[in-house]
Structures are given as C-alpha cells and as structure tokens.
C-alpha cells in the first residue's frame, strides 16, 4: 500500500523517531533501517523520516548520538573480549630433542573483528530520490492549500456584500411597506367622508388635505 500521509509531526512522532535511530545506533545498525523502520509504524515513507531527523530531530539529541555512539563502541570491545576468552585451540607440535611433547596455545588465529554495516552509494541515491520526491509532493500540497484559503477569502467576501445587499433591501421593504399602510389609511378616511344622501340632493364634498399628509372636508360654499 502506496504511503500518503501528509499531515504534520506530532511530538510523539519526533520521540519516536529519535528513540528509534538511537537504538540501531546503539546496536551498531544504519539509520536507514530506522527510517524504515519509523515509516511502517508511523504509514511515511522512509525518505520523510529522514528529512524530518535531518531537518528537525537530529539537532536536539547531539549528547544522546555521541552515547549511543560510545555504548555501541563499548558493546563491540565487550564481544571480542568474550570471543578472546574463549578456549583457544590447542596445537601439538612435534617432541624436542628431550623427548617431551611442546605443547602452546594457538595465538596466531586472532577473532576476526566485527565489521560496521556500510552505507552503500545506491543506498544514498535512492534516499535522495525519496526526499526529491516528498519534497515536491509537500510543495504542491502548500500550493493547493494557499490556493483554497484564497478562494475562501473571496467567497467570505461575497457573502458579507450579499448581506449588506439584503439588509439594504429589507429596509426599502419596510418603507414601501410603511408608506402603503399609510396611503390605505387616507383612501378608508376618503371613503367614509364620503355620503350622499338617497336622491343625490347633497352636494358632492370637497376635500383638502393639511401638511400632515391627512385628507379634511371642507364646509360647503368655503373656498
């Protein structure tokens, strides 16, 4: 399964990670195989281990590297030291001119030593081409996100002007709806100030309406 994760380093992550590349120091193994190793339990590739102990750890545990360093030195002595006190084996050499057997401990087949793993020039270049990779991958992802928070500013923006656009709109409202309110009014009060009797003998009133906006009837033969 293709590893993707993406999201950022938690300070258990970077604990991890340096507990993990202390201890194959201390056992005498590559921080390869720790990146590796970091990466299966945290789902990153081993490239994004090793940019992020590179970059971020490393500089934080220069005291504990130099330890794990000497305790792998000091492991390495006590192994040879052991395989040295191992019973030698014995070489019987022809009799003296005496007649007694010569016998001596064979010294001359010293314990071959135990050789560091090596970081091969392929190791090195595959690594790179792993960080290469990740790299890019981070620079599209910042690309992508400064490009949504963009365009969520623009939508912000939109729809603060569409809200001062219906507050507008709702208070044109409510004054068209005021003002009709009030021209009902006067047109009920003209209608009811209006009476004619049953031949029609009463004059049609006349009306006049005041600085106030309301509607008055006039007294009959008054200018």
């Known amino acids: 399964m293709v590893k993707v994760r993406q999201d950022a380093w938690s300070h258990e992550d970077d604990l991890l990670l340096a507990e993990t590349v202390l201890r194959h120091i201390r056992e005498g193994s590559t921080q390869l195989n720790a990146f590796e190793e970091v990466g299966d339990k945290l ?14 750890v490393r500089m934080k545990y220069d005291n504990a590297i130099d330890l794990a360093k000497r305790q792998r030195k000091e492991k390495k002595r006590a192994m040879l030291g052991t395989t040295q006190k191992t019973k ?37 270049i595959t690594f790179l ?16 996100l400064e490009h949504a928070q963009k365009e969520n500013m623009e939508l912000k923006e939109q729809v603060q002007s569409l809200e001062r656009q219906l507050a507008q709109s709702e208070k044109q409202l409510s004054t068209i ?3 009709y309110q009030a021209f009902i009014q006067i047109m009920e009060r003209a209608r009811k100030m209006t009476v004619l009797d049953d031949q029609g003998t009463m004059p049609t009133p006349a009306f006049r309406m005041d600085k106030n906006g309301n509607l008055q009837q006039l007294a009959h033969g008054s200018n």
């Open 43 to 56: 789902n990153r590739t081993s490239a994004a281990c090793g940019f992020r102990w590179n970059a971020e």
């Open 177 to 179: 709806q005021e003002d």
């Open 129 to 144: 081409r792993k960080v290469k990779k990740d790299y890019h991958a981070s620079n599209q992802s910042k690309v992508s």
């Open 88 to 124: 030698q084996p014995v070489v019987t050499l022809p009799k003296n001119s005496e007649g007694d057997t010569v016998e001596e401990k064979a010294d001359a087949y010293p314990t071959p030593a135990i050789e560091e793993p090596s970081i091969t020039m392929d190791m090195v």
